[in-house]
């Protein structure tokens, strides 16, 4: 049987991140965030499951190489059943169009929370970009977006990847303006873990709820 996972911060709960900038988190009552943001062992991998990934394809134009896991196809609707739930409102020091800027920039998802971030689709992106990240464990996850508004919102959900951790995972970032330079992004992610697995949901999601501050440090990718 799955394990569900949900948290409720204080609202007041301010979190620094410099001398010149806070950042305010709160989650939801109801929305545990991205798993691809953790560093956890893959449990769910076994020897007899375990497969090195392909060769990458030769065909220019081709989004993905093939993985040896591939997880449901998932939509907005998976954020409210999901297992695995988490959502961080965190006020951030620039204008939607100015984060969304800083979202397309690969050196940006580096330096802020550590993943390796390569576009698999050409500018301008939309619905059906493509994009493979790399966690700070050397797991690869291939994202499909199948929501984007520039400077409002963006969505995907990862079609496949070389853990096992999970079988479904959708992502969501929205943004609205603040006024002042500055604007809030609430970021919400639904996970179903796999087999095993299901055992760390809750540390999964305590991880990842701790490191949504980090957003706040795209303000630093928007000159």
Known sequence: MGTSAAWRDDPHDVLPMSPNKTVTYVPGPDHP??????RFPDVA???SSYAPDP?????PGDAHMTRP?????VDHTFLDRAPVRVHAVI???????ELFRAFEREDAWRATLGLGVKWTSP?????????TITTP???DLDEVFVTWEDGKQMAFYIEGGSTGMFDAFFEDYAVKPLGEGRCMLTWRVGIRMRGISRLIGPLVGFVLKRGAQNFAKFADFTG
């Open 69 to 73: 896991h591939t997880y449901e196809v």
């Open 45 to 47: 991998r076994t020897r």
């Open 137 to 139: 464990n050397g797991q």
């Open 33 to 38: 965030t991205s798993l691809a943001h953790t």
């Open 123 to 131: 500018k301008p992106y939309g619905v059906g970009t493509t994009r």
């Open 91 to 97: 006020a951030i020091d620039c204008t939607p169009d």
């Open 55 to 59: 060769a990458p394809p030769t065909t």
